[in-house]
């Protein structure tokens, strides 16, 4: 959340400027000052830390509009949107299919709160929706918190940027230098995401991202905003730059920041599986987020992304816990399930607790991806695979896996 705040501040003076930043630019000066994006950032911090980690759906969109609005106009005079400026002083708020940068910058929150990345991504969506509702904004809020829980906990670069390049779907193959030749101020995910992302990628420091992403131009006190908020998970924040930032806030401002990390400073310490699936992970919260999807055309878009993650850990020997029977007492076969639709499917789960959420059989053998798509395929009285049939189950079947089987090949020759 800091990491976010000061990211806004150090980028905003800078914001509406056609000169980039010089490589040896100070951080903070006069001309700083937080902005819209501090404001919301804190919204919402304030509208989770109430509810807990059960809230539903509904009750973190209705505490999220309900902080956003009264911080937003606590602080009216910050710059906001045309857009989000009606939203805020709606009496009946209702989202805009906006596909703008603000659901990425105010989600910082999210990605410290939950113990799950499943969480933490459904939260983030929830966040989103109450103004950005378009695809391209659920998705920079999803992917910018993901970022924040998978820095904070796995410290992998490589996973983040899987996750970010195979899951979300964000095209990262330009690099910095590239990205300063378009500067331009464009206030969407679709440009911003990238942006930031990049910008962590390639730094080496808390200090070192929010400069690169000041560096491209544009809007950087929301580029640095996302930035900083995942290089905060990773890098922590150095103390003599939160000192001086915090100079810039109010205090009614601060004592919300005070409050969330005394929140977490014990609390969500996450525990990283000892089943050895957590490659899995991308599988898992394709299926939670293509459960909860009612667009078709967004649908297809995850499916998708669920058919290329399975593919990628195919491709690495990656394996899943199956229920295995014994018949005739000499030979394991995977074992099937009736699903709703009364047709046998065979279960496939991403991890053991998964597995453990239902009566299946008491063997359960780890099992290559591969050879389940394989045996699935060659079996005639299943229909298909079913991924974590006891929760936000999602079912493939012989059509789908073949598909997949192909693609595998494919990229295996």
Known sequence: ????????????????????????????TEANTFTDDTVMTVAIADALMELGDQATVEDIKSACVE????????????????????????????????WGNGSAMRVSSVGWLYETIEDTVAVAKATAEVT??????????????????MARNYDDKEDMKK??????????????????????????????LPKALQSFFEGDSYEEV??????????????????????EAY??????????????????????AVDFYDLIKDDHKYIPPEDGYEENVGITIACSVLHELTDIDTQLEMLENLVHLIVMRML?????????????????????????????WIPFFTNTEEASKGEVAELI???????????????????????????????????????????YRENKE
């Open 163 to 192: 996750m970010a390049t195979e899951y979300f779907g964000y095209d990262l193959s330009a690099s910095l230098d590239e990205l300063r030749e378009s500067h331009g101020h464009d206030v969407s995910c679709m440009d911003a």
């Open 365 to 407: 053998k780890e099992t290559p991806i591969a050879e389940i798509v394989e045996e699935t395929l060659e079996r005639d009285d299943v229909e298909g695979v079913i991924i974590n049939p006891f929760s936000n189950c999602t079912n493939l079947d012989k059509k789908l896996l073949e598909v997949i089987y192909k693609r």
């Open 67 to 98: 902080r956003m609005q009264y911080w937003g106009k606590r602080y009216p005079d910050v710059v906001y949107g045309s857009s989000f400026l009606r939203w805020l002083n709606s009496e009946d708020p209702k989202p805009y299919g906006s």
């Open 1 to 28: 959340m800091y990491g976010a705040i000061i990211g806004d501040i150090a980028g905003s003076r800078f914001e509406f400027t056609l000169r980039r930043a010089e490589p040896d630019f100070k951080l903070f």
């Open 210 to 231: 929010i400069r690169n992403a000041i560096s491209l131009g544009g809007d950087t006190d929301t580029v640095a905003a996302i930035a900083g908020s995942i290089a």
């Open 235 to 256: 890098y922590g924040i150095p103390e003599g730059i939160l000192e001086q930032a915090m100079k810039y806030l109010p205090e009614e401002l601060i004592e919300v």
């Open 132 to 149: 950005h509702d378009h695809p391209e904004g659920i998705r920079g809020a999803e992917c910018t918190a993901a970022m924040i829980y």
């Open 316 to 344: 690495v020997d990656g394996r899943a816990p199956v229920p295995y029977v014994d018949k005739d007492q000499s030979i394991l076969v995977m074992q099937a399930l009736t699903a709703n639709d009364g047709k046998l």
